[in-house]
């Protein structure tokens, strides 16, 4: 839509005039890596714009917890197979990708943080757009560990726990 271009353009521009901040204040060319993660675009009373460094998302954060969690809070035995990801819109989607059926030849994988074998996943029903067809793609390779809940927000999560066998029904 002329909408959508019109976003896609300022946003464009945005980053651009970004850039050359970055170049006054004497940051090296390429020195700051930026992803664009849009939401809720659909409802332009909703549309959420994240501009973050590259490496600063959900997914990183879940990962450097799962690494981090027993020196810094104590949470000894926690493991891969004990998180649940929950989420709706574009944000949230690097959590999901660290999901995956295929445990085989993962330790790479482990170890780079892209996957965490065994952990589970719930996109609730009121997920925007953008993130019902990154999962329905998602789907053939995350069937077992990322469900599509029936239910919005927290009743999903609850729907999810139920189905992965977490809680009694």
Known sequence: TSRARSTAAALEDFITVLRARLVAENVPEGAVSQAVVCSHFQDPTLAYVDIVPSLANK????????????????????????VLVCGDSGNDQAMFDLLHDDHAAEDAAVAAGTRLPGAKGVLVSNAKPEMLRYAESALAQRAASLHLAESEAASGIMEALTHFGWIGS
Not at 59 to 82: C, E, Y
């Open 59 to 82: 997914g990183a954060a879940t990962t450097w917890l799962l690494r981090n969690g027993d020196v810094h809070f104590g949470w000894n035995g926690f493991s891969a197979t004990d």
